[in-house]
T-cell receptor, first 111, second 116 residues
Framework: GEDVEQSLFLSVREGDSSVINCTYT??????LYWYKQEPGAGLQLLTY?????DMKQDQRLTVLLNKKDKHLSLRIADTQTGDSAIYFC???????????FGGGTRLMVKP | EAGVAQSPRYKIIEKRQSVAFWCNPI?????LYWYQQILGQGPKLLIQ????????DSQLPKDRFSAERLKGVDSTLKIQPAKLEDSAVYLC??????????????FGPGTRLTVT
């Protein structure tokens, strides 16, 4: 079955770049997503990448996809205290709309 | 545009009691999802509806969990009887169509259930 793995915790200083990593197992995944979850809130879609791309940039966010290694990363440039949250990567296979989520990475931004 | 609404936001019950959660998706969204998010884990899909029909309920513990979306809009998720391991946040999400190009799902704030 599908499995998505993330590191549990990342701490950075305000203004630095953050890189959150994710590995997945389903080679048939067509879309890969990054969601942000703030305390007491639902998940907010940040960005996504289609499997035929290897990079996508959206303002301060850069997504890198290495299909060979099944590795996905999210880089946040100029990290702010408001970026403190839990970040989830998720994959969606070609068939169906079911998302498989990783366990989440808690990002702490220190002033 | 109003987001996905869920109620209640918090619920505390004793084991073996029953509980129900309500979700109102974004207007016009045909697909509705219920997820279970146990503390420290990512959300896990319980059930997916397309209008008022079930698309996928393979991970729903059907001996105690049930869900319905009778008129293809609002949905309720019920647990009867609850167990300690059901303590989690129950998230509802909706999307415009099931197989959208981006498959973007919009999430509600969730209902935090504590079973004592």
């Amino acid at each position: 079955g599908e499995d998505v793995e993330q590191s549990l915790f990342l701490s950075v200083r305000e203004g630095d770049s953050s890189v959150i990593n994710c590995t997945y197992t389903d080679s048939s995944s067509t879309y890969l997503y990054w969601y942000k979850q703030e305390p007491g809130a639902g998940l907010q879609l940040l960005t996504y990448i289609f499997s035929n791309m290897d990079m996508k940039q959206d303002q301060r966010l850069t997504v890198l996809l290495n299909k060979k290694d099944k590795h996905l990363s999210l880089r946040i440039a100029d990290t702010q205290t408001g970026d403190s949250a839990i970040y989830f990567c998720a994959e969606r296979p070609n068939a169906g709309n079911m998302l498989t989520f990783g366990g989440g990475t808690r990002l702490m931004v220190k002033p | 545009e109003a987001g996905v609404a869920q109620s209640p936001r918090y619920k505390i019950i004793e084991k073996r009691q029953s509980v129900a959660f309500w979700c109102n998706p974004i207007s016009g969204h045909a697909t509705l999802y219920w997820y279970q998010q146990i503390l420290g884990q990512g959300p896990k899909l319980l059930i997916q509806f397309q209008n008022n029909g079930v698309v996928d309920d393979s991970q729903l513990p059907k001996d105690r969990f049930s869900a319905e979306r009778l008129k293809g809009v609002d949905s309720t998720l019920k647990i009867q009887p609850a167990k300690l391991e059901d303590s989690a946040v129950y998230l509802c999400a909706s999307s415009l169509v099931a197989q959208a190009v981006r498959g973007e799902q919009y999430f509600g704030p969730g209902t935090r259930l504590t079973v004592t």
